[in-house]
């Protein structure tokens, strides 16, 4: 009953709050993310210290302030920066690692990349299209966060109530066939009502609403399996206990993780 009571409290406050903040946009959506990023990244540190690693913290969360920096002030900046910004911080950890006295010393450099390459640089992306939406009078990140919510709930639903055939069980046993197509259909839905009441923007076309819908709707649904494939490798049900009966940041921003940096560079693309 309190787990339910604090889930429920997360729902209530958690959901309008991250609204508000993407119709702040500017520093503060920046700051809300760059918090996600280094909360996330710890959550993905403690998986790799599970599996006996020790991988270089501080470095990772030095990247995500320098990462999510690039993404708020890009396209004020050049790609080339960001190849240098990673290249610096390679260069940081190899040097750092070679004066540790650790053991796995090729694993402890492989996960804090990982880690860097997976959550700050990934999620770090959605900086950028809001920044996007900014430059360009859209609405794609309301878009983007409703129907990832939308496609989740509805596979959630439509999988728990009638799905049968399992997608992907050795990774994620509960997540059906059915479930996902539900929450594929509800993902482009979302994009298609947003273009339909003129709310995306007067720059998109409906196959270009139906195009983001599709990529959110598949590679958020990937991105939950990844993460899924993380946790089963350390052994735990949750990657975090900070949103209490949600689990942890990763758990709930893993589909945001791995779809935000296709629609960037969908985005990107077309303009």
Known sequence: MKMMKGRNLIVLLGIPTWLYLIQLGGYYYTFFILSIM????????????????TPLRFIG??????LADYFHVQPALSGFQLIQLIIFFVVAILFWELF?????????????????LYVPLLLGTSIGIRQFDHNLNTNITFAFVISIWACDSAAFI??????RK?????????????????????SILVFVMFYTFNILGNIFSLSNAILMGLFIGVFGQVGDFIESSLKRDAGVKDSGKILLGHGGILDRFDSIIFSSPIIYIYIHTLF
Request: aromatic share 14%.
């Open 61 to 66: 969360f030095a990247s995500a302030v320098f």
């Open 158 to 163: 439509s999988g728990t109530l009638w799905g």
């Open 38 to 53: 280094i909360i996330g990244l710890q959550e993905f540190y403690e998986l790799a210290e599970k599996k006996n690693l």
């Open 166 to 186: 399992k997608i992907f069980p050795r990774v994620s046993p509960n997540k059906s066939w059915l479930g996902s197509i539900f929450g594929l259909l509800f």
């Open 100 to 116: 540790r006295e650790s053991e796995h010393p090729t694993l402890n450099i492989s996960s804090t990349l990982l880690g860097i």
